[in-house]
């Protein structure tokens, strides 16, 4: 299985501040075929399922604020949100589904300061 | 609308069965594929297994760590996902969730582009 790696574990970040989570996969999510990153972002916040932000490594799901962005390439991936508000404080997690068993990442628990 | 309602969750014993059901609505389910996704208490998402869509012939693939153990199937003529759990163990303790993948406008991505709120799986003596 392809194992994904989230750093940091926590992170506080004040209103307005730039926040910045990092993703690794022990083997290249990048397909030689169609040029594509097979990786996905996505948020939960306490007592709710997780819900999609991000796909391909950089197109935002309808819906989700351009504050959201993603990047990087191969094994090494960002999600950065540009301008921190309060109602993103949550956990956020990787995941790849470039193999047939769609690994996460253990997660990134991002808060407030 | 789409909507995804996990039920049959509860309390068993090592070793016990449960048959998880997923009730979907709002989309063509034989065109889809699904996927379970697990959450242990205070833990991260762990990815289950998957049931593919007609066009795949409805295979299924699974984690290692429930393979032999675990088995996915629909009745797509009441558009049900189900997820029968046996041989369960105190590891297995967790929030499982039904997710729908993709659609056409994901351009194939298969990322789970929407949940079920979750039903609690309970392994203990």
């Known amino acids: 299985d392809i194992v994904m790696t989230q750093s940091p574990d926590s992170l506080a970040v004040s209103l307005g501040e730039r926040a910045t989570i990092n993703c690794r996969s022990i083997?290249?999510?990048?397909?030689?075929?169609?040029?594509?990153?097979?990786l996905a972002w996505y948020q939960q916040k306490p007592g709710q399922p997780p819900k999609l932000l991000i796909y391909w490594a950089s197109t935002r799901e309808s819906g989700v604020p351009d504050r959201f962005s993603g990047s990087g390439s191969g094994t090494d991936f960002t999600l950065t949100i540009s301008s921190l508000q309060a109602e993103d404080a949550a956990t956020y997690y990787c995941?790849?589904?470039?193999?047939?068993?769609?690994?996460f990442g253990q997660g990134t628990k991002l808060e407030i300061k | 609308e789409v909507q995804l309602v996990e039920s049959g969750g509860g309390l068993v014993q090592p070793g016990g069965s449960l048959r998880l059901s997923c009730a979907t609505s709002g989309f063509t389910f034989s065109d889809h594929y699904m996927d379970w996704v697990r959450q242990a208490p205070g833990k991260g998402l762990e990815w289950v297994g998957r049931s593919r869509n007609k066009v795949n012939s409805y295979t299924t693939e699974y984690v290692a760590s429930v393979k032999g153990r675990f088995t996915i199937s629909r009745d797509n003529s009441k558009e049900l996902l189900y997820l029968q759990m046996d041989s369960l163990k105190t590891e297995d303790t967790a929030v499982y969730y039904c997710?729908?993948?993709?659609?056409?406008?994901?351009?194939?991505?298969?990322?789970?582009?929407?949940w079920g709120q979750g039903t609690l799986v309970t392994v203990s003596p």
């Open positions: 083997q290249s999510v990048l397909s030689s075929s169609n040029n594509k990153n097979y």
């Open positions: 997710t729908l993948i993709g659609g056409a406008q994901y351009g194939g991505a298969t990322v789970s582009s929407f």
């Open positions: 995941q790849q589904y470039y193999s047939y068993i769609h690994t």
